[in-house]
């Protein structure tokens, strides 16, 4: 059985500044993993998606990692803006296969002004 | 292109009343899976449909159930509402059962008085 953990739980720096988000899963024969940005009470909006084959993906400010051996997927981003302030969530595919996906907790970001 | 579309945005109903809620994916995706969104238990995997078939199911009671149709549009219905069912419900969709990752709507929020 999947499951995804994140860490920090919430973060609020202040504006400019670069950093990263943590994801970890327990099982590793992921297809891909797909990084969210939520903002209150909205759907989700897709980050990146990441194939089992690639290490990384970037999409402007926004890089993502992913190393199947260690469990783990790390999202950076770069010059953070007071518009980055969301709820970032992971997901990573349910029994080892793109059935659906397991969501973690989410990391709350706050940028600051 | 058209995203996924959701339907209603909002609802309001009394406890022991049954709830039918749409989804609309992208055109051409053919997987459509629904999630129950709570403060307390996060992004939780209600099923799966793909090609009007249910191919997974999460661990949730017999009240809860839905289908899908030839034209890949999606309901999801929930009896006998109880207060614990208010929460925000997402839709997502995908080509092929996420391996090119899930594309989600906005959500139907759900308020069970």
């Known amino acids: 059985k999947q499951e995804v953990t994140q860490i920090p739980a919430a973060l609020s720096v202040p504006e400019g500044e670069n950093l990263v988000l943590n994801c970890s899963f327990t099982?590793?024969?992921?297809?891909?993993l797909q990084w969210f940005r939520q903002d209150p009470g909205k759907g989700l909006t897709s980050l990146l998606l990441i194939q089992s084959s690639q290490r990384e993906q970037t999409s402007g400010r926004l890089n993502a990692s992913l190393d199947k051996s260690s469990g783990r997927s790390t999202l950076y981003i770069a010059a953070s803006q007071p518009g980055d302030s969301a709820t970032y969530l992971c997901a990573a595919p349910y029994e080892g296969y793109g059935q659906n996906f397991v969501f973690g907790p989410g990391t709350r970001l706050s940028v600051l002004p | 292109k058209a995203g996924v579309t959701q339907t209603p945005r909002y609802l309001i109903k009394t406890r022991g009343q049954q709830v039918t809620l749409s989804c609309s994916p992208i055109s051409g995706h053919r997987s459509v899976s629904w999630y129950q969104q709570t403060p307390g238990q996060g992004l939780q995997f209600l099923f799966e449909?793909?090609?009007?078939?249910?191919?997974n199911k999460g661990n949730f009671p017999g009240r809860f159930s839905g289908r899908q149709f030839s034209n890949s549009r999606s309901e999801m219905n929930v009896s006998t509402l109880e207060l614990g069912d208010s929460a925000l419900y997402l839709c997502?969709?995908?080509?092929?059962?996420?391996?090119?990752?899930?594309?989600f709507g906005s959500g139907t929020r759900l308020t069970v008085v």
């Open positions: 449909y793909f090609s009007e078939t249910q191919r």
């Open positions: 997502a969709s995908s080509l092929e059962t996420g391996i090119y990752g899930y594309t």
């Open positions: 099982d590793s024969a992921i297809y891909n």
